[in-house]
């Protein structure tokens, strides 16, 4: 099954809202780039496939996937932006810097939503290794940015 068809499956595209008029901001971490760059591309073309314009949607880069959170909110402050993605990739280490990034992120990215009232999405990668990475960010797991965009633009139909 194609990579795509098998996220639509996952995440159906169906009765999904007109997004022509909605900007987005997506941050993404540069830490583990080849990986971040996979999914920032998924989550871009998903977007312009469901018509979002290129003049609305914004990126911006932060060094890691901590730095999401305030990244994320300094995006979500802005009145004109209607969700924010956010994309990164925390592979497992040896120490427990893992786990206290893996928990600051999503608690800080949950926290920006709740904050601004706007969805706020969580396209972090959380694998043991690279391959495992690599597999969700256009492999054969699919790629995690295209279920990111596709569900930012199902929270704006809520
Ligand atoms: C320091 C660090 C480590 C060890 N691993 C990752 C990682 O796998 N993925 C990621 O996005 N960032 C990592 N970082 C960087 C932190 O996210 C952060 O940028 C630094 O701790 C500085 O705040």
């Not at 997506?26 to 073309?45: C, D, H, K, R, Y």
């Not at 209607?82 to 994309?87: H, K, P, R, S, Y």
């Not at 706020?120 to 690279?130: A, C, E, R, S």
């Amino acid at each position: 099954m194609a990579t795509d068809q098998k996220n639509l499956n996952e995440y159906s595209d169906k009765n999904l809202v007109d997004i022509s008029d909605r900007q987005f901001a997506i941050v993404v971490s540069e830490w583990n780039e080849e990986v971040t760059s996979s999914l920032f591309e998924g989550a871009m073309a998903t977007l312009l496939k469901h018509g979002a314009t290129p003049d609305n949607i914004i990126r911006k880069n932060v060094p890691g996937s901590f730095e999401l959170t305030l990244g994320a909110q300094w995006m979500a402050q802005k009145a004109t932006v209607d969700a924010v993605i956010c994309i990164g990739c925390v592979i497992q280490g040896e120490t427990r810097h893992f786990d206290f990034i893996c928990d600051a992120v999503a608690q800080g990215i949950t926290n920006v939503g709740l904050k601004f009232n706007k969805p706020v999405i969580f396209g972090v990668l959380t694998p043991d290794n690279q391959q495992q990475a690599l597999e969700r960010a256009g492999g054969k797991h699919g790629n995690k940015g295209i279920e990111a965009a596709i569900t930012a633009i199902k929270m704006l139909g809520f």
